[in-house]
């Protein structure tokens, strides 16, 4: 496979994109597999195929996109990998990191949030008596409750400083807006 030349014997040096049918493709990606790439690689090459040949169908370049209707059964997904840092790599990330950092750093690791979760969370969300956040935006859009360890907890109690209000104090960071979230003040997020 040559990657820059835009050809490939599979699809032939004077083949056009209408040209290219599903057989094609399929002794394309069976030449992948002889030629020892694994099957995530070559996933990735139809998907990136895949779009061109979109673009060209919505383009009326072509009628169909022959990468939709291929039996990808034979190609199976990678296995996600799920990777957790050990005592020591959580030590070291702490001790190189900024002081700035380190709250939503552990809070991240404790509760186990998304870094937009947490930038975007308030007081509000917070009930530190049942030990736990709620969470109404989240990336499958369903809100969520997050369990708070004792850990979690002394870190958003070490956070909570009060600031002067006309009224009274309230913990710095809880006013709505993003960039007034819990963390957000502390990575520099800005509005």
């Known amino acids: 496979f040559q990657p820059h030349s835009g050809r490939h014997p599979h699809f032939g040096e004077d083949r056009y994109i209408d040209e290219v049918r599903k057989a094609h493709v399929a002794a394309f990606v069976s030449e992948l597999k002889k030629g020892g ?4 690689t070559i996933r990735r090459y139809l ?22 209707h291929l039996d990808k059964k034979a190609i199976p997904e990678a296995q996600p990998r799920t990777r957790f840092l050990s005592r020591d790599e959580y030590r ?13 750093i552990q809070m ?8 937009e979760e947490l930038l975007s969370l308030k007081w509000e969300q917070v009930d530190l008596d049942r030990r736990e956040v709620r969470l109404v935006l989240t990336k499958s859009k369903r809100p969520r ?34 960039s007034n979230g819990l963390f957000g003040r502390y990575v520099g997020v800005q509005g």
């Open 37 to 40: 790439l694994k099957t995530p």
């Open 47 to 68: 998907a990136t195929m895949s779009s061109a040949f979109s673009f060209a169908e919505r383009s009326g370049w072509i009628i169909q996109n022959p990468i939709l």
């Open 92 to 104: 070291c990330l702490l001790g190189a990191s900024s002081s700035h950092l380190r709250p939503l």
């Open 108 to 115: 991240a690791v404790e509760t186990g949030m998304r870094l």
């Open 145 to 178: 409750m997050v369990p708070l360890s004792d850990k979690a907890v002394a870190v958003l109690v070490a956070i909570t400083v009060p600031v002067p209000t006309s009224s009274s104090t309230r913990p710095r960071g809880s006013v709505t807006g993003r």
